[in-house]
Structures are given as C-alpha cells and as structure tokens.
C-alpha cells in the first residue's frame, strides 16, 4: 500500500450540534481539521472562553504531575508499589485507575488504547482531582517557604560557627559611654603572626597581656576565628585597622544569647522545619496512586484545547456552522454514518480533493514495511500527498544493511529474541519500533551465519565468507561497494518514478539524468561479474547497459538547449556529478567497516577470557566469563547503536537525496495530540 486517497467532508448544521459533530470527528480518530471557504453572510469562528478555561486547567494538571514527579524523585520511599488492593487499605483513597492490576508512579505514556468516550468518563472525578491539585499547590508553597527558612538557618548557623566557643552574650557587646566593643571574625592563617601584627607597642601598663581575645575554632577546617576586645572610643579606629588586614567581619548577632545557646536554638528551630517538611511530604504520599487519573484528565483536557482551536478553522453565521475535514477515503462512509448519528439537522457533504487543494498524508503499509516507515522515513519526513511511497525500498535495504554491519548472528539471536518476546510479554500498543529491529536481528542472524559469527567464533564450523581471511575480506569489502551500488540504482529509479508519476514534462531532462544513472549503475555490477569470473557475456551486458546509461546523461544534459554551447556545457555536467555518485558509492563502505569492527571486538574478547582460562585456575575463570558477558554486552550495544545510526544515514543522505525532501505533511486526526494514551481509531 502507499499514501492513503482522502476525501474532503463538509458539515453544515445548527450551532447546537457543533459540539457533537466535533465529539464524533475526535471518536472516529481519522479526522483532520482544515479550514473553511468563507462565503458572503458568514464569519469566521471565534474563539471562545472554554478554550482559555481548558488551558489553565491543563497546566494545573501539568504542575500537579512535575510535582508529584518532582517529590518522587526527593523522596523515592513515599511511592506505593505493589499490588492495588493493598495500596488502597493503606492510603485509603479511590483512584480511577480500578483496571490496572498495579500502581506505580509511572509519568511517561500508559501502555493503553482507548475510546474518546472512555476518556471523558474522567470528567466524574474532576472535582475530586482539582481538590487534590490545590492541596498539593499549598504544599508545594508550604514546602518552598520551608526550604527557604532551612537555607537561612543554615546560613545562619555557618556564621555562627566561629562563635561557639565565645562566652560572651551577644547583647553584652554594646557600646558604652566610653568604650567601644571590637567584636567579631577574622580570618587566621597563622595564630603567632597574628598577635606579632595586632600586638600595640605600648600595651597594657604593668602587664603582658594581649589586649585581644582570641576565641578557639570549631572544626578541623575552621579558617575564622571570633575575636573579642574592649576599648577607649578614642581607640576604636586605631583597633579596627589592626584587625582590617585580617577580613575583620564586625558580630551583626544581638541576641541575649552566646554563640553556643544560639547555635543550640537555630539547630532545634531546624530540627522543627524537618519534622514540618517530614509531614508535607506524607501528606502528598496518598496522591501518588492518583497519577493515571491525572494523566487522564490531563490528555482530556488536551484533546478539549485541541478541538477549541480546530474549531476556529470553521465559519459560522447567527445560526449555523460548517466545518471541513480530511477524511481517509477507505473509512469516509463510516465517518459520515457518525456525522449522520448526531442528528436530522446535519448536511453531510462528501468529494475528492480539488486540484488547488494539498491533502495531508497518510501512509498505509504492512507489517514489515510499516515498521521501517514509522522509525526511519517518519523521522525524515512526511510523504507528499499522491506522492510515491519509498518505505518498501526503505524497509528492505535499511534490514539488509543493518544485518550486513551487526554481522554477528549470536547478537542476531539476542536482538530477535528480546525485540519480539517484548512484544508478546508486554504487549505494546505501538509496537512498530521493537518490530523493526526483530526484523533487523532476523537479518543479523542471516548474515552472521554467512560470516560464520557466533559470538566472534565460528562455533559451527560453518563459514561461506571468513571477513578475516585476506580474500575475504576483499570479498566483504566489494560486496558492501556492491549493495551500495544497487541501493543508489534504486534511489535514481525512485527518482524516475517520482517524476513521471508527476507528469512534470517540463522535467524531462531530469528524467534522462537520473535515468542514466539508474543504467549506468545497474551496468556497473554485470560488468565487474564479468571481469572477476573472465565472462564476456556479462562483460558485454555491463558496458551496453552503462552505455545506454551515458546516452541518456548526454540526453538530459543537451535537452531544451537550442545553443550548441550550452548544449555541450550541459553534456559535461555529467562526469562532474560522476564525482559525486562514486563518492557516495564509497560511502557505503562503512557498511564493511562495522561488520569488520563488531567481529574483530568480539575475536579479542574471547582471546584474552581464554588467556585469563589457561593462565589463572579458578579465579581466572571466574574473572573470564564476568569479561566475556561485559565484553559481549558492551559490544552487543555500542555496534547496535552505531549500525542504527549509520544505516539510518545512508538512508537519509545516500537514498532520500536523490528524490525525497520529506516536506508533505502528515495526517493529524483530532485526538492524535494526547500525551499520556493512545487512542482508538477508525484509520487503524
């Protein structure tokens, strides 16, 4: 199958089955929204206060999860596990959620497929859930203002700290009539050369005291020290400059408390903000069950909002409505049998796109080349409506180069087997990526046994092609060139396709050009056959078909041109581009390169646990199989990374270069914007 035919279907009817004719589009799941012809009399649709109204309530849904997402993480040990009976006992509360067998606070997308209908059913458990949302937007307040606090404190504890040994009341430090306090911290590198430089020549008559008091540190790594003197106020100037080359930080405590009843009281008043936060946190525990109910909720909301801005596509007058959709053909009937269910008062109109009109695209594949479509082309581009559809040829070379490079068929095995046992264990509602690469394992398993890899052993002494061995790998390296070759042929046929299918005449030199490339190509692969096994036939099959290759180059290099020179500047534009085409062939020889990396990683593997076997009894072998699972998981994963990415490349660069931009736009029925669901549909 290829791009899907789409029909235009028009709704007129009164304005109070708007809502329902926009419920039964959502339900069918395979209506597009598109804009309206305006007419004399009518107007475009404004946009309403619901629309305003459901996003505030989305985004309050939205702060409610990274809330609770936010808590868990903090918090891991508040999230309920296990089964849902008991989980409920214990938090006393009814979620939504009956149907799930278990609870776990999982914020990504539910694995579930449901009916619009089934959706709205959240609606009877709104009010609870808001209730919820504004408890939990006071305790995400209370919880702030608490972190606020418990960071000042802490603060303030770490200012405190110089003071803990200091016997002095902080209130006691104020001034008197004739004295002045010196109070505060400074920093101390060296105690000896502090009292040299702070000593006065002529101290205190009749004794050797300091006059400084200087208080001991608490803590190895405490760098200030609380100093402490009092002084004539004539003096408090000349004190302070002896303290200044020391980062003197003047005491801004008041508190008729010392430093180790305030540092005393701060960690109480600390110990209550933790004991405050404890109970925050518990008071959220409950809500967790609730997660699916919000995501519900929240994917209701974003299907509403969705709808509301749709609706602004359509016009309207006093009293009526109309509104237009693209509509898969092949589901059209039944979509209008819906639209007709609404009511009498609906005219349902029906037609083919018109030759002005650009349709959205639908692509419709099977199993295997759907699945290559959904991760590989989707994640290029969308399909021009009408267009040709290239995820056949995708699908098959993207599996055939990606077997080629992983190239290991024990790997092959591992990747099958987890692909689709993921499938039938857990039962994905889109399934379409871990059945691409079962169907990429399948071809690893192939062409590893062909290289007779096992793990990097040829296990089963079977190998057609040992990518080792110096004509092998001579062999792997041509065959590489060789699927390249054939892969870009089909690229330039894909090209030629595209074109006459458009009918563009005007681009009949394109035609010739990629054309000739296409023979050019395809003759390149009989003629090297022929020179390897020394066949004339083959040899004479190759140069023909290259030659037709090259008169049609010169076609499209001379047509339209009525100037001889610019007929011949044309005719050499060929052997430039040839520069370009014989670049990309060798671009393909990466596809060599990691199959030659992934065998030869798992060989050294496997030759230094045997070294670690023969060498070490017992613990060698206990050491040797931990690398060979290390080893061989980190193999397994770093190659099937690399060949995802770099087979995706060629597709990109080598293949869709040569006819396909990816700039249609994909279909994008009304409901297909939801986050957390999936939803059921017609087009499926």
Not at 276 to 300: G, H, N
Not at 313 to 341: M, Y
Not at 358 to 363: A, D, E, G, Y
Request: net charge neutral.
């Amino acid at each position: 199958m290829a791009v899907a035919v789409m029909s235009r279907v028009t709704v007129l009817g009164h304005k109070k089955l708007k809502s329902s004719v926009f419920r039964a589009l959502t339900e069918s799941g395979a209506a597009e929204i598109t804009e309206s012809a305006l007419f004399d009399g009518l107007h475009n649709s404004k946009a309403s206060d619901s629309q305003e109204i459901f996003t505030q309530k989305k985004d309050k849904i939205a702060f409610e999860l990274s809330f609770l997402k936010r808590i868990k993480q903090l918090q891991p040990y508040l999230v309920p596990s296990g089964k849902l009976e008991t989980i409920l006992k214990t938090v006393k509360i009814k979620p939504y959620a009956e149907n799930e067998s278990k609870i776990s606070a999982n914020f990504g997308r539910e694995n579930l497929l449901l009916p619009y209908g089934e959706i709205t059913e959240i609606l009877k458990e709104e009010e609870r859930l808001f209730k919820i949302i504004s408890d939990c937007f006071e305790i995400n307040t209370a919880l702030t203002d608490n972190k606020s606090a418990k960071a000042k404190i802490k603060g303030l504890l770490a200012e405190l700290q110089p003071y803990a040994e200091c016997d002095v009341k902080f209130s006691e430090t104020r001034a008197t009539k004739h004295t002045e306090f010196v109070f505060g911290t400074v920093e101390i590198k060296d105690e000896e050369t502090f009292w040299t430089s702070v000593e006065y020549a002529d101290s205190v008559p009749g004794t050797e005291e300091h006059i400084f008091t200087l208080f001991s540190a608490t803590g190895e790594k405490a760098r200030r020290r609380a100093v402490f003197t009092a002084v004539l106020k004539q003096d408090y100037e000349a004190a302070k400059a002896k303290l200044a080359e020391y980062s003197f930080l003047p005491c801004t405590f008041t508190e008729e408390k010392t430093g180790a009843e305030l540092i005393e009281f701060y960690k109480q008043t600390l110990a209550s903000l933790d004991a405050q936060e404890e109970a925050l946190y518990e008071r959220v525990k409950p809500y967790f069950v609730e997660i699916p109910s919000f995501k519900r909720l929240y994917d209701y909301y974003l299907i509403e909002t969705e709808k509301s801005e749709a609706g602004l596509f359509g016009v309207e007058s006093r009293d009526t409505f109309t509104v237009d959709a693209w509509v898969p053909e092949a589901v059209c009937g039944a979509v209008v049998s819906n639209l007709n269910a609404v009511g009498s008062e609906l005219v349902v109109i029906t037609r083919s796109p018109e030759e002005n009109e650009i349709p959205p695209s639908l692509v419709k594949n099977g199993t295997f080349v759907g699945a290559f479509g959904k991760n590989v082309t989707a994640m290029f581009g969308a399909h021009e409506y009408g267009g040709l559809d290239p995820n056949p040829v995708v699908s098959f070379f993207y599996c055939l180069f990606f077997g080629f490079m992983f190239s290991d068929a024990a790997y092959g095995v591992i990747l099958t087997l987890f692909a689709f046992g993921y499938i039938l264990i857990k039962k994905p509602v889109n399934k379409s990526f871990f059945l691409m690469f079962g169907f990429c394992g399948i071809s690893t398993v192939l062409w590893g046994t062909i290289f007779g890899s096992w793990f990097g052993e040829n296990l089963f002494k079977f190998q057609p092609l040992d990518t080792l061995s110096a004509d092998g790998i001579l062999i792997a390296f041509g065959l590489a060139l060789g699927l390249g070759v054939v892969h870009l042929a089909a690229a330039y046929a894909m090209s030629v396709a595209a074109k006459l299918h458009r009918g563009v005449k005007s681009d009949l030199p394109g035609v010739f050009n990629d054309g000739g490339w296409m023979f050019v190509l395809i003759g390149i692969i009989p003629f090297v056959f022929g020179m390897l096994f020394k066949s004339s036939l083959l040899d004479l099959i190759g140069k023909i078909v290259m030659l037709v290759g090259a008169a049609g180059l010169v076609l499209g290099g001379a047509w339209g041109k009525k100037n001889p020179l610019k007929m011949f500047l044309g005719v050499l534009k060929a052997p430039y581009n040839a520069i370009s085409v014989f670049s990309d062939i060798l671009s393909y020889s990466r596809i060599f390169c990691l199959a030659l990396t992934t065998g030869i990683i798992g060989m050294v593997i496997n030759i230094i646990a045997g070294v670690l076997f023969d060498l070490i009894p017992v613990i060698g072998y206990v050491v040797g199989v931990g690398l060979l699972v290390i080893g061989h998981a980190m193999n397994f994963g770093i190659n099937a990374l690399g060949c995802y990415v770099h087979d995706s490349r060629l597709q990109f660069v080598e293949f869709f270069g040569k006819f396909f931009d990816g700039s249609g736009r994909a279909f994008k029925p009304l409901g297909s914007a939801v986050k957390y669901h999936y939803l059921t549909s017609l087009k499926k």
